[in-house]
């Protein structure tokens, strides 16, 4: 068998020599493919750049014609090259002429050669070129020999990324590096950013490929997956599931790979060809990542996500790096990017210098997406393989509007979002202007507009609109950024921060909204087939009314000597609410047999929010103080949509007679009853929902903290009485359609208001 000339670690010393050589790019690269058609004892050499158009363009080559290079330009879906950059896996033919996918060109003169070895020039799992040997002779190149290839491969990733051989390149034909991307994503937080990148987990940079000493390296490698095993021992036996991320089964998943012989094979093979223990870790990490970018198995995605965090990990083992970027390293205008990190982590950055968010999962419902949104930083989600396309300090845009992400964005691109970065400045300076304006109509309706919030940092927005106090105050958001179950302190402690913030303005807290799609990371899921109609809010609190109670108590003693409002949610049938209502009262009891302090008034609500309410008012309204319409479930259980379904979510229109119809119903019920009713669903937080409401007869609305001053612009210029006269007859005979959204819009441009 014909063995490689002075095997791979000669062959990478010698590479470590010519890179050090002070030589311009197209001699390297020449020096670079001798070389290799040396060792291996190939006749042909040749290095294909994959370009900013998507094309392979040939950048060196031994053996082939040399008028070829820089000529010969061809599609990823062309030919055996193209093949192995777009599949980013090695192809090892005897005969490659009889391959279907060869591709014959004359100007290289290649016929005469038969066997064939190319190996993808791979970088994060991106492909930045293919590395080709080929032989005259009908040979099958060994594993050992195949290996090389790709270890060799990565001093050329090293090369091409460094940006060395943009200098060759003409005009919009330059190497795919870095280039510019216009990726769609999931909107999860309203709001635009222009930023700069920083990796939520930096990778590891690594400057020293080529060992010195290979049983050095070897050791080094051992040492630090001996540690890597005893880490995740240790967090799976302590039962850590750091920040909400690392879930059990995550774990579970660490250990399988940790002490899986097949990984810590390739990348002591990888090491053993020459590369020192960092790069051996990176070119096998680099080639799972490829798999994973190429897998349409949910299930495969998701291990090979997990072994590419466990190989980030024994990387900063090896290095000893710090996890996470040092707050005081935080650029201005700071751009996270992260695969998917938990709500804790996100706060954890200075608030000032963050202006964005990019993962690669995360719904618009999932715990980080809801603390973007408290924070009011711009966040976009679900944008494929974000993490690995990405290098710390690129310049991107984040449109939280319409979802996309903007990287390395061109000049006018850029100049178009700065543009309207300032035009919402413009805005947001007329709504402050607003702020302490009562809100009026121009017929002389009030109109108590209140915010929704659930977290430390919501409270400065109380300030900050001008609201009038919290309409909707989320107990569940502590509970779901948090590690562990929040003690009664923390609760207590929370609540009177919240009641503090508020001075005199009220506050309406509504217990427990737990379960369904609030899931909490340190409590036992159960299975359940319809989560959102499953064992959630008030149904877990009356079931389990220890934690109901505390969390009472905590409202009760945080509120001493001041007034409370206390709302249950997802009540069915009356009986909940007399349910929930005997706890609040048991608990005064209490407090009061033990000479506490009690509040100065307790209001009890409920949250109308299931459609069977709609049939119980009479009985409801004279029992409750107040009630809070949740437009957001009622909407999803009248109209039978998962609001958390993208495919289904939008079916439906909010501004439509089914549910309108409803609405009008329960705010003539509240008025005839004399109870108060707000809507604090997400119809209140646009201005078209907030004018049709008000026609309704709503006159408090809790609204999201961005919300307000558009709504506010809106009804200070809102003529209500007109509104009405418009809206009911529509509702009451819809012309033909069951959205009346087009009527509503062509009323407010008659009347010039800006929706
Ligand atoms: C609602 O359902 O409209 C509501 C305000 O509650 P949440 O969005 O928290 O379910
Ligand atoms: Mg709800």
Known sequence: MRGALGGPRVLLRRLREVMAEPVSAQERLDKIVVLIAANMVAEVCSVYVLRVDGTLELYATEGLKREAVHLTVMRTDEGLVGLVASQANPINLSDAQSHPAYSYR??????????????????????????????????????????????????????IASGELSALALPGAEPAVRPRKNLAGAALSEGIALGHVVLHEPRVAIKNFIADDVQTELKRLDDAIATLRADVDLMLERGEVSDGQESREVLEAYRMFAHDRGWLDRMREAVATGLTAEAGVERVQSDSRARMLRSTDPYLRERLHDLDDLANRLMRQLMG??????????????????????????????????????????????????????????????????????????????????????????????????????????????????????????????????????????????????????????????????????????????????????????VTFRTLDIGGDKVLPYMRA??????????????????????????????????????????????????????????????????RRHGHILPERVEIGAMLEVPSLLYQLDELLPRVDFLSVGSNDLFQFLYAVDRGNARVSGRFDPLSTPI????????????????????????????????TLVALGYRALSLTPSAVGPVKAMLLDLDAAKAKAVIDPLIDAPAGTVSVRHRIEMFAAAEGLQL
């Open 660 to 691: 309108l119809r409803p609405l009008r119903d329960i705010a003539a019920k509240g008025e005839a009853y004399g109870k108060p009713i707000t809507l604090c669903g997400e119809l209140a937080s646009t201005p078209i929902g907030a004018l």
């Open 106 to 159: 004359p100007e290289t003169g290649e016929e005469i050669y038969h066997s064939f070895l190319g190996v993808p020039i791979l970088r994060a799992g991106n492909t930045l070129g293919v590395l080709v040997v080929q032989n005259r002779a009908h040979r099958t190149y060994s594993e050992e020999e195949v290996e090389a290839l790709q270890t060799t491969s990565m001093v050329l990733a090293e090369m």
């Open 321 to 506: 790096v710090e996890h996470a970027p040092r707050r005081d390293q935080l650029p201005d205008n700071a751009i996270v990017v992260a695969r998917m990190m938990g709500p804790a982590a996100l706060l954890d950055y200075d608030r000032k210098r963050l202006r964005g968010l990019i993962l690669e999962e995360g719904g618009p419902t999932s715990h980080v997406a809801i603390v973007a949104r408290a924070l009011g930083i711009a966040a976009v989600g679900e944008v494929e393989n974000i993490t690995g396309l990405v290098e710390s300090g690129d310049p991107v845009i984040v449109d939280g509007i319409s979802g996309e992400v903007f990287l390395r964005p061109p000049p006018d691109i850029e100049s178009a979002y700065a543009e309207r970065v300032r035009l919402r400045a413009r805005r947001q300076a007329q709504y402050q202007a607003l702020r302490d304006k009562p809100c009026v109509t121009k017929d002389g309706r009030h109109i108590q507009l209140l915010i929704n919030a659930g977290l430390l940092v919501d409270l400065p927005h109380i300030a900050e609109t001008g609201a009038a106090g919290i309409g909707l105050f989320r107990t569940e958001l502590q509970f779901m950024v948090a590690t562990s179950f929040p003690r009664i302190n923390e609760q207590l402690s929370l609540y009177r921060s919240v009641l503090d913030a508020a001075e005199k303005r009220p």
């Open 526 to 591: 159960f299975e359940e087939e319809n989560p959102a109609m499953g064992w959630r809010a008030i149904r877990l609190g009356l079931d389990r009314p220890g934690l109901m109670r505390s969390q009472i108590r905590a409202l009760l003693k945080a509120s001493s000597g001041r007034a409370l409002k206390i709302m249950f949610p997802m009540v069915a049938v009356v009986e909940e609410f007399d349910q929930g209502k005997a706890l609040v009262e048991h608990e005064l009891t209490h407090l």
